[in-house]
């Protein structure tokens, strides 16, 4: 399943709408939330992201460097963007000008929902080389696991679950598998079922569940609190 002959690549698809679900996300902020104008950061965002669904449209196939920068680039300007309106909205509560608890609340779950999509987004660009990579070359010769996934130890379970595995089946990880790490890691603040490998790893996954933590405990405390004046 991993051979470059065969494998055709990961579909574009579910990783577009998270990228996309990310600058609509973040273009539906308050004003006071973001950096600039509206719509400076959402259209710089679009006019990274045009050419790598241009260069990939329906598969994951194609890559040089200059995609790759393009790719990096993209993931680390909504991150930026997302951590300066997660860092606004903590001062707009310190300094007490937050006063409509409902339209912070709304605030809040679109930084979280952003949160969720940035590091979802991360770890799969990052993980074993990207997604080119993953699907496009040969196991023996993908770069080191950042994630231990569950379906690379199955190959020992009973029939069903191991004809799925990693061994047996070549199973690559997707989008979707990184979405359900960043989410439960949002939720649970630490790892479920998949387990970082390497520093850069583990330390986006702490980075994660601490802003995590301070948008559910200070961000929604706050919203709720005012809510109840």
């Known amino acids: 399943m991993n051979d470059a002959q065969v494998h055709p690549g990961e579909p574009r698809l579910p990783a577009a709408i998270g990228v996309l679900a990310a600058i609509v996300l973040y273009a539906a902020l308050p004003s006071a939330l973001q950096v600039g104008p509206r719509y400076v950061v959402p259209v710089l965002e679009l006019a990274l992201f045009i050419p790598l669904v241009l260069a990939n449209p329906r598969r994951m196939s194609r890559e040089n ?4 920068r393009l790719s990096i680039s993209l993931v680390l300007l909504i991150a930026a963007t997302n951590l300066a309106a997660l860092v606004q909205l ?3 509560l310190v300094s007490g000008e937050a006063t409509a608890g409902g339209q912070l609340l709304a605030a809040a779950g679109q930084v979280w929902l952003t949160n969720v999509l940035v590091f ?8 074993r080389g990207g997604p080119v990579t993953r699907f496009r070359v040969k196991r023996p010769k993908l770069p080191d696991a950042d994630f231990r996934f569950p379906q690379d ?3 020992d379970a009973i029939t069903e679950v191991a004809r799925r595995s ?3 089946a070549g199973w690559v990880p997707g989008f979707v598998d990184y979405l359900y790490i960043s989410i439960t890691n949002s939720s649970a603040f630490s790892p479920t079922d998949t387990m970082p490998l390497t520093p850069r790893a583990k330390l986006l996954m702490a980075a994660e569940s601490v802003s995590a933590l301070m948008i559910s405990v200070l961000v929604v405390s706050f919203g709720v609190g005012l809510l109840m004046q």
Do not use: Y
């Open 90 to 92: 903590i001062h707009s």
């Open 153 to 155: 130890e199955d190959q």
């Open 120 to 127: 979802a987004l991360a770890f799969w660009e990052l993980d």
């Open 166 to 168: 990693s061994a047996r």
């Open 65 to 68: 460097r200059l995609l790759r």
